[in-house]
């Protein structure tokens, strides 16, 4: 026995000096120039970044990009007019107009840029679509598993939800695409021990869709787009106030986000795929195989806004399985409880 151990462990050895070790040489990823531009109805809404593209690392947020110099940059319409922009301050990759300009529905316009090595990159010419018309929100509530907190334990319980529905039509009768970004404020209740406490505050929801809303005005109804922008929780009768930005853009347009939104929804773990170069609508004049990331976005901006009332939500439907968070106590400042919410009373809930 005590021979059958030594033998075990002389070739256990023997295994171990027959590996080997491999380096393996991993080619570094190329640095492709990317120009990300946004052309709104007006100057105060356009800017336009110049930077190379960073190697792919799961998982990164804030990855770091390399500026690219540029001698001139500018926006032009058919007629030839030109609105150039500058890159102010000069530590950022963003270039913006120096003065106010508005752009006109139904023109087209393209993107001009000419770094500081003579390269030179032009956009195709892109059409200023026609504002979109929000007419509505429909809130429609539903039952579904939520969670909640009681004594700072979280339960899963069967509650009311609404879908928030934006009504989106768009005067062109032609085929569109909208980018919709909806953020909200709660309001949440607290009792306090001071007679003077500060119970009620309001929490900043950002981002309510959870990714990039896009929709086409191809499936419309009726001449109208239904879009869910939301869904907001009614486990308490505090107000909710949201705001939607939607911007209108062109169907080419469309589909170069469709894709940058897919491939976001890609990634998220080392097992992802690495990202694929998405070809967007600027070009290389002066190398014209040359590989351009980034995009020339035209679009136009309608802003909608509205106060949703909890309290209703439940008057309304007396048949639903209501289930509500628990008030919590404070002593004299609803902040020490929910550390979230703002400094102050958010505009649309003052008096």
Known sequence: MKKAGIWLVFFSLTLIACVDEIYLEVPAAESNLVIDAWLGPSTDQSYVRVYRSAPFLSGTINPSYTKVPVARMYFEDESGQKTYLFNIPDTTLFYRTQHFKEFETGKKYRLNVLTRTE?????????????????????????????????????TVNAVVADLNLSISNPSGEEVGFFIETDGIS???TTGDSENCICNCYRPVPAMYGGMNLESSKYEQGNRSSVKVGELSVTSLGRFYTESIVKTVSRDNLGYLEQINKQQRSTGSIFDPAPFKIKGNIKSLTEPDKEVMGNFMVFQETTFSQMLYRAEIFRQNPQMNFAFEPTQHVGFYCGTYYTDALPYTPEPFQP
Do not use: T
């Not at 030179?120 to 907190?149: A, G, L, N, T």
């Open 187 to 189: 309001e949440v209740f």
């Open 119 to 155: 390269e030179e990159y032009q956009s195709d010419w892109v059409v200023m679509p026609e504002p979109s018309v929000v007419e509505k929100m429909d809130v429609i509530p539903r039952e579904k598993p939520v969670i909640v907190y009681s004594s700072g334990v979280p339960l």
